[in-house]
């Protein structure tokens, strides 16, 4: 009973916290109503996810979210300065192809997006058989140092979390 009144337990509560996060006023009946939303949407779309992704390790999943936090703030500190303080002549923009070990399209899709996310880099392309992910890199010297970074700090951690 309770599997179908809430199919995706993640997703209800993440719609609760961003509805209350998108009103910006905490009161009894915008929690309610986010609850409302909570249990209705993931019953409404339920059916297009037939094969949902298992989260093995959710608490690794905070972990994730941190060092993404933490990527973002300091690569928008290392983009400002190639702006502010390097020629243009001097920049070396590389495009850097990342192997995927990781299988899940939505593993896949949190990587994807978290490339682009992080000030400097923007994923551009999936190779058609998944394997590959193609990504430009704003400056470096050393396209092989990123892709292992990519591999280290990102791919390993969801393969952790969603394999």
């Not at 719609?15 to 915008?30: E, Q, R, Y």
């Amino acid at each position: 009973m309770l599997k179908r009144l809430i199919p995706h337990p993640l997703l209800s509560l993440t719609l609760v916290f961003v509805w209350l996060g998108l009103v910006n006023k905490f009161t009894l009946g915008n929690l309610l109503l986010g609850i409302l939303f909570a249990v209705i949407i993931p019953m409404l779309t339920a059916p297009y996810w037939p094969d949902r992704p298992k989260i093995s390790r959710p608490f690794k999943g905070l972990e994730y979210v941190l060092v993404v936090i933490w990527d973002i703030i300091v690569a928008n500190v290392e983009v400002a300065m190639i702006i502010l303080f390097k020629r243009e002549r001097n920049i070396r923009s590389q495009w850097i192809v990342v192997p995927l070990e990781l299988t899940s399209a939505e593993a896949i899709t949190v990587l994807a997006g978290t490339i682009t996310m992080t000030p400097g880099t923007v994923s551009t392309m999936l190779a058609a058989d998944g394997g590959s992910i193609l990504v430009h890199c704003l400056h470096t010297d050393d396209g092989d140092a990123v892709r292992d970074e990519i591999k280290n700090r990102y791919e390993r951690r969801l393969k952790e979390i969603f394999e």
